[in-house]
């Protein structure tokens, strides 16, 4: 094989990415796989935008099917991203026996089962990189570095735009909504927000990780979203006072034969590797039974960091078409997949520490009350916060609990809520508590 | 193949990790891998010391010959360190055919040119994940997953030792006296500590790490080594008030045709990620033309992480006999491999900022004298700190440069040294400032 023939579906920005990583670092690319990277075919929609970097109008195409009717093209890109058609293009092409790249979380979070299913039965290869984590080369060790543990957890900050918010709060006292705006002026969040703030994207990522991880299906809708948009400057700086700071984490824990799978604001310890990651820089902490706690660091997201990732597939991939290797990989990196999905924890029987945000009158009596419930509901209070001015008569009252179980603090937060002398909603941010995450 | 037969060299602690990472997990490896990784034959010199593994007898031996001829065994692991005769041991088993996995980084750093010939010549792999990092996969990083990028410079903590002794003396105010022997007590740094707190370990590392990014020989003893032995409290506390924390990096920078590859000393800024890794972790920042900043932070040594890193190189090999893929990815991940070494450009020329502390005898115009002799060679101040209290007729005077050359910095430091204000040789410690290593 003299050259490695690629066909390119979608040129937004990571396909701009991936088009001028293979043109700027063609030599070095060739040096490493040994022959050029061709890109044969770019397909889009579009073909009038103005983009970033040039493409030879010869071969650009409207038509996938001049990229899946191709035979010299063996590697079919996709980064055209959603459901549809991406979805079908991929299934096209394993079904003509080409391998694919695709950086779809949304996709391989929603349907990857069946997309995993197709690359099994077609016998090609489906890679992923770019799907989580931008240039971060996490799939990889999962599938590779770490494949001789047993995963204990991943906590990940996976969403960027979400963790540039938190740290513009954290460190200058902003509210959610200027932070928001100052991320939508830098160009850090997109004009519609919602799937970055509200959790949703992290969750894409943190369900590939976990079939990853935990070698196994995972039912997409069963992960516990939730997002950052009720958080306010007080809570940061409470958690401040207790020793923590709030991150958007991602979380996957094994549990017996069940696993935890969530994403929701977090606080944890402030010495935390993780609580120092800032600005729009994505982290995972992996722990496995052997290596102990590893953490990847770098750019989520981003042309040229996904681009580059896109790239290394394909090296990966060219490496095994020129020895002729077939899949030598199956996609969740399990011989004989475990087909059979891992049942997701319901977040009723969650166990962890809790932050709760009290709003009641500034009169005697509040403390007892409150506290009263939550014992009859055998959550233990560790430690109370009430500081702070009178705002229209109610003062923010702020505990840290120990270990509760999620239902038992959802009925107590409703019978709370109840209460005459409580002037607000509850705020509840979980704890990822000292114990839980000590690397010492 | 219905299992993967594995020969091991060498009992002591990581080979004991390996055993139990392999029995330990020998389920999810069959998962992972498909087949059994069988461990056939297990050599030592010394069968008698009590280990905390149990091996059957029946697989032990004084006899490396027993490996060796043994044609089922398809993958050597050599883990007993040193230069012989882990070397004879590497090239004979690559000479009959066997691919081989090694911890050996000093061999790796001194004879990898010849090792990796050999693996060429004889069309075997040679696998060294565990060499650098412990578990961290660092090379697997290089060579997959940031194959399409064009490396800038990687800044290594790659000696848990030599950060754990820092991170004492940050915390704590001791001297490097107090907490090495802290250290020793922790079983953290060995009763002959001087491989690891004078910088050679991390030499040997990063001499292996470069020549990966750079796809280059490494002539080893090209590569300017200074440990943290001489630093005291107050070089600490200085860095601090200047906003730095030291750490001992290995650094490796592309510059033009050559590389700059050094272990020193260094003081970074304490907001980058590198100055929050604290005690015997490792980690490595590595710069990308496409991906940016990427860290990877974890163990970098023990039994049990080192285990992790050598089954992770033998699910890797087990995959390509699988296969049938032979070499994949030759040794140092470039086809036709640069075989011209790479020239390591002299100290002399580095260009960098300073920091100085020099012993003055308390009186006027010392500053003048000193400030004097650094101008006359073109060294520029950037600022000052004349603090702290008088010992035995001296203050210290410290100063932070901006760029100079190290040629000039040598010269000037000799003439100042051989004035009699000054009444102690000068300290110098190399800082990274915040253009250098900036990443938000």
Known sequence: MKEIQVGLIGLGTVGCGLVKVLEDNSEILKERLGVPLRLKRVVDIDLESPRPVSVPRKILSTQVEDILADEEIRIVVELIGGMEPAKTFLLEAMKRGKHVVTANK??????????????????????????????????????????????????????????????????????????????????????????????????????????????????????????????????????????????????????????????????????????????????????????????????????????????????????????????????????????????????????????????AVDQPGVLSKISGILGNHDISIASVIQKGRQVKGSVPLVMMTHEARERDVRLALAEIGDLKVVTAPTRLIRVENREAVDED
């Open 106 to 359: 949304a996709l391989l979070a929603v349907h990857g089962n069946e997309l995993f299913a197709a690359a099994r039965e077609h016998q090609v290869n489906i890679a992923f990189e770019a799907a989580v984590g931008g240039g971060i080369p996490l799939i990889r060790t999962l599938r590779e570095g770490l494949v001789a543990n047993r995963v204990g957890h991943i906590y990940g900050i996976l969403n960027g735009t979400a963790n540039y918010i938190l740290t513009r709060m954290a460190r200058e006292g902003t509210t959610f909504a200027d932070a928001l705006k100052e991320a939508q002026a830098q160009g850090i969040a997109e004009a519609d927000p919602s799937l970055d703030v509200e959790g949703v994207d992290a969750a894409h990522k943190i369900a590939v990780l976990s079939s990853l991880a935990y070698c196994c299906e995972i039912d997409f809708n069963q992960i516990h979203t939730e997002g950052i948009s009720q958080i306010d400057p007080s809570d940061i700086q409470f958690a401040k006072d207790f020793g923590y700071q709030i991150k958007l984490l991602a979380i996957s824990r094994s549990d017996g034969d069940r696993i935890e799978v969530r994403v929701h604001p977090t606080m944890i310890p402030q010495e935390h590797m993780l609580a120092k990651v800032e600005g729009a820089y994505n982290a995972i902490h992996i722990s496995g039974d052997a290596v102990g706690d590893v953490m990847l660091y770098g750019l989520g997201a981003g042309m040229m960091p996904t681009g580059s990732a896109v790239a290394s597939d394909l090296v990966d991939l060219g490496r095994d078409l020129l020895v002729g290797s077939g899949v030598r990989i199956p996609p969740l990196a399990c011989e004989g997949e475990a087909l059979v999905p891992r049942q997701i924890k319901p977040m009723d029987e969650l166990v962890t520490n809790y932050y709760f945000k009290f709003s």
